[in-house]
């Protein structure tokens, strides 16, 4: 172990994940050996911990047992509505262990509740790195903002998603398995990979680094403000084995440049330096209000984007790396392809071709 090592605690609502892993999985047992894969890659698991009333989870008591997992027993009343009891007990446990060892750099929580929400920003008041592990389709859309990172259990290596099941009121009795906990989670559901534009969330972190960063943009940093922006994000959801193989395709497609970094394996990151592409991009722009201006007269700077990417679907400013497309608007301006006037009746621009011809 060396000290850069993250030192692990792993706190599991297993009553949340279990049962949500049943429903989306048809009826299949949660493994927590993913979760265990997934997190060996991130540092050094020390504390395991897993909260239910295990009388309902007689098999998976095993199957814990084996990869050294902590059975914290939560008894739960019978005939009445259940809440799920582990709840509090797992945050105040969490608490206690922040103060207690403060070598612990990283906390797991295993739910898609939003009630572990207030614990994720405790936690990171106190310094400390929170991940989120949850089942895609009962995570409340609140918790994975909140997290530093969030992993969906459908989408971790060894995971075969099956169909959701139609649920009713007879599949939800006790007879079937441990009924699912009563809880206020919102479960809005979370963007999948491919509704994602994966060049444009890189360039515009990128972008966004460059103006901020006094230093080059190093593919560590670019992943860490990545992961800052969108827990969720993952490149293997995107079909990349990791990172850099991500960063390589974005290089060969001319998206971004890769210059050998100061550490082996971490290369800079930075937009390409070919002037001929961003004139095209500026003559793009030049043409299109050419064409509006001679259809209803000079176009207002607001739409104008989407009227270029009527021309050229995978057009972004981002690429070129400016902030917005108001800036892109203005570096067009200052060479030449267009004219912008304020028009503060409108509260906007307007636009003229300049006198720069592609």
């Excluded at 098999?59 to 009891?85: C, F, S, Y």
């Excluded at 139609?166 to 006790?174: P, V, Y």
């Excluded at 959801?237 to 970094?261: Q, S």
Aim: net charge negative; aromatic share 8%.
């Amino acid at each position: 172990m060396t000290p850069d090592d993250e030192r692990i605690a792993v706190f599991l609502d297993y009553e949340n994940l279990a049962i949500g892993a049943r429903e989306t999985l048809g009826n299949a047992l949660f493994d927590f050996r993913p979760i265990a894969d997934a997190l060996a890659e991130r540092g050094r698991v020390v504390v395991r911990r897993a909260y239910a009333d295990w009388s309902y989870f007689e098999e998976d008591r095993r199957m814990l047992t084996r990869h050294q997992v902590e059975l914290i027993e939560i008894p739960q009343k019978m005939g009445v509505v259940r809440k799920n009891a582990a709840d509090i007990k797992m945050a105040v446990d969490a608490v206690e262990l922040c103060f207690e060892r403060d070598y612990i750099t990283t906390f797991v929580l295993g739910t898609g509740d939003s009630d572990f929400t207030p614990l994720v920003h405790k936690l990171r008041e106190l310094n400390r790195r929170v991940i989120g592990v949850g089942i895609e389709a009962s995570t409340s859309g609140l918790l994975p903002p909140a997290c530093d990172e969030f992993l969906f259990y459908e989408r971790l290596e060894g995971i075969e998603p099956a169909p959701p099941r139609r649920r009713t009121s007879r599949s939800r009795t006790r007879a079937a398995a441990a009924e699912p906990p009563e809880t206020t989670a919102e479960t809005t559901p979370v963007a999948a990979p491919d509704d994602v534009d994966l060049g444009v969330l890189v360039t515009q972190t990128l972008s966004g680094l460059e103006r901020s960063s006094s230093g080059p943009v190093l593919a560590s940093m670019l992943k860490r403000t990545i992961l800052r922006k969108d827990p969720t994000f993952n490149e293997a959801n995107f079909g990349f084995r990791g990172f850099g193989e991500l960063l390589r395709n974005l290089a060969d497609r001319g998206v971004v440049e890769l210059t050998e970094g100061s550490a082996k394996g971490d290369p800079e990151v930075s937009f390409p330096t070919n002037a001929d592409d961003e004139d095209a991009a500026f003559g793009l722009l030049r043409s299109t209000v050419e064409r509006l201006a001679a259809k209803s007269g000079p176009p207002h700077l607001s739409g104008l984007k989407t009227q270029m990417r009527k021309e050229q679907a995978d057009f972004s400013e981002k690429r070129f790396g400016y902030g917005g497309f108001l800036q892109f608007a203005k570096a067009a301006r200052t060479r030449g392809f267009i004219e912008m006037d304020r028009d503060d009746d409108a509260d906007d621009y307007v636009l003229r071709p300049g006198t720069t011809e592609t």
